[in-house]
């Protein structure tokens, strides 16, 4: 997959060589390459931006530069690029968003600063409007890179085990059960036993019970809707009464 950026701040990009994106870039699995649009403003001062038309605060991004640097992005693309921009106005990004992004093989990522980018971008350049949560980030960057951690995640070949990310939360429409590692005792706290006894069966129904009263618990909306089959039925049947006993 490659990721093309737009961004003022393309230092910012350098925490993807680190962990897991970084390994995926190591073995060419990714690949990140930035364009800054002040590379492509006008004027001894190449600015970026200028006041917003009809007054109020702050400033927002020229179209010309943001619209030269997308179209230096494509032609560097190995294919055709979809465009993203980083917005909250955007749709909410989330995992089923992750894995339908992460079979395109070119996207380019825009970011804005400010107070955003001039409207007429959107309408010169199409492109999919994405947002990280109802909150106001001071920039494009962060999201973008949170998106490209996420889909670099569902790439084959990216992770150790390629069964570690369809195992994990939300990948499967619930939360992921309870994980422990060694020691099997700590402050008084032990592992449940299922988990030392090498019961694969008694294992999986443990963890599918445990992820549902997870998911009832802490995100009831993904239950909201869901079409459980009998065994989820049973197993979180089960959950809620356990529950009720500890509680008696
Ligand atoms: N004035 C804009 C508005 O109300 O929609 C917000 C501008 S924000 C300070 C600057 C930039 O940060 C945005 O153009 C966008 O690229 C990015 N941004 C801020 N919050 C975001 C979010 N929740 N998701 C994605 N990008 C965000």
Redesign the pocket.
Same mark, same amino acid.
């Given at each position: 997959m490659w990721f093309g950026s737009v961004t003022l701040f393309p230092e910012m990009f350098n925490a993807l060589q680190s962990g897991i994106p970084g390994r995926a870039q190591a073995a060419e699995h990714i690949q990140v390459q930035c364009w800054n649009p002040r590379d492509f403003a006008k004027g001894a001062r190449r600015n970026v931006d200028d006041r917003p038309y009809g007054g109020g605060p702050?400033m927002v991004?020229m179209v010309e530069p943001l619209l030269l640097a997308i179209q230096a992005a494509k032609k560097t693309a190995p294919g055709p690029a979809k465009v993203i921009? $980083? #917005?909250?106005?955007?749709q909410k990004?989330d995992q089923a968003a992750a894995e339908r992004l992460a079979t395109e093989k070119s996207l380019i990522f825009?970011?804005?600063?400010?107070?955003?980018?001039d409207d007429r971008l959107l309408t010169l350049e199409a492109g999919e409007q994405?947002?990280?949560?109802?909150?106001? $980030? #001071?920039?494009?960057e962060l999201?973008a890179m949170v998106m490209m951690d996420a889909i670099t995640r569902l790439i084959p070949g990216t992770l150790g085990s390629s069964a570690s990310s369809r195992q994990e939360s939300l990948s499967n429409g619930l939360l992921e059960y309870p994980q422990y590692t060694r020691p099997e005792n700590f402050a008084g706290l032990a592992v449940p036993d299922v988990l030392l006894n090498g019961d694969h069966q008694a294992i999986d129904r443990w963890r599918l019970k445990a992820s549902l009263g997870r998911s009832w618990l802490q995100r009831p909306d993904l239950l909201t809707g869901r079409e459980q089959n009998t065994l989820e039925a049973l197993l979180l049947a089960e959950f809620l009464q356990e529950r009720e006993q500890k509680s008696e």
């Open positions: 702050g991004m921009y $980083l #917005s909250p106005q955007g990004f825009v970011s804005g600063r400010y107070e955003g980018i994405w947002s990280v949560g109802d909150y106001i $980030l #001071s920039g494009g999201a």
